[in-house]
């Protein structure tokens, strides 16, 4: 993790470390980095998000960059707006699922794709070395605003067609998606009863698309009997989604049921998906010809994977998927037209969720300092590996260490102040008992570094 960015772009509370003077030195970072260059610039619905975009553009104007504006934008529109204007590179001023106060800035390439940890690191020196490239008086940049909404809509539905029409509860947060994704779905010939969907920075539920955020949304879906209910995060990158008698369907499930439904639509491949993912998805997908990729977490690193492995899809468990046919940005709004083809192809998500492999899944945030991230990991590393009896290995982000029946995984969060303890096991009284070790050995790992 950089000095300014970490696993998703800039991420900060806004007028602490977040301000106007660092957007304007992100931008003309960017500005500079790029040589000029043309740049898309969209925000969410957060109340500093104009603040800071304004910064940007600034700073970008300085630099020489031409500055496309497409103003509230979710993060899908963001990445599909770059390849629509053949841009050099796009930015969305968003905090994602972070809480009203957060606000963020995330840089994107050519190819929708977010920019790299490496990519990032070379744009900190730069905003470090303040040598910034200064644009003459004839040759500041320009801004031109504009809405790449209809052709957004237009590609979606060149690529998903629904035979029947169906009912569906939309819950938008508040957020950017309220812009787009309802309308989508109007377009798909589906009924759409809103919730949350006007646009605001004081978010009325917590923005993370879980079963406690969603419970109005699952609610709704009983009271109208609706077919399905798609929830999004604030910049809608991600999909949160109630099935059709008004249960939350688990991120792991969800994901599997997609997985497997693209390598039915697009044929055998690899999909990829993050270390925090449990086995559920390899047992799903191998009998539909699917062969499991695990990466870092993020969805840089999906991305990255994707193009690297010519994948069919990417995914992590946290409801952010990257439909690599369509973009290679996270795209919870695509993602939603994908789910309503899957329900009309397949049949009802109550239904198609009773394939999928149930394991016991246990979460745990423990709070730990940044600064002792890095030292509480090495501890973690040592003890972990003498403490449990396992199989398999993977470190490429955090410690995964797997067995047979049960896998646990340790990594230090990339946008918040806490370790993540995240494991599955065959059964509730096994995970248990695995939570319990694992937690005592990072409450102790922290102690000590």
Known sequence: ???????????????????????????KALGTYLGGGTVVVGKDTRTSGEMLKN????????????????GLAPTPLTGFAIRLYKADAGVTITASHNPPEYNGIKVWQPNGMAYTPEMEAELEAVIDSGNFR????????TVRRADPREEYMR???RMVRLDDSYTVVLDAGNGAGSILSPYLQRELGNKVISLNSHPSGFFVRELEPNAKSLSSLAKTVK?????VGIAHDGDADR???????????????????????????????????????GFALDDYIRPLGGEVIR???????????????GGVFGGEPSGTWIIPQWNLTPDG????????EMIDRLGPISELAKEVPRYVTLRAKIPCPNEKKARAMEIIAEEALRAFDYRRLIDIDGVRIENDDWWILFRPSGTEPIMRITLEAHTEEKAKELMEKAEKLVKEAIEKG
């Open 333 to 340: 709004i695509f993602a939603g037209a994908l789910v309503m």
């Open 1 to 27: 993790m950089g000095k300014y960015f970490g696993t998703s772009g800039i991420r900060e509370v806004v007028n602490d470390k977040l301000t106007p003077e660092l957007a304007l030195r992100v931008g």
């Open 239 to 277: 999909i949160g989604v109630v099935d059709d008698e008004g249960n939350f369907v688990e991120y792991e499930v969800m994901l599997s049921l997609i997985a497997g439904y693209m390598l039915r639509k697009f044929g055998k491949g690899k999909v990829i998906t993050t270390v925090d993912a």
């Open 55 to 70: 910064a940007l553009i600034s700073g970008l104007l300085s630099a020489g960059a031409e500055v496309i504006d497409i």
């Open 295 to 309: 990466t870092r977490v993020g969805d840089v690193a999906v991305a990255d994977e994707l193009a690297k492995h």
């Open 223 to 227: 009271a109208m009997k609706a077919d």
């Open 155 to 157: 590609e979606a539905l």
């Open 134 to 141: 200064k644009a003459a008086w004839n040759e500041i940049g």
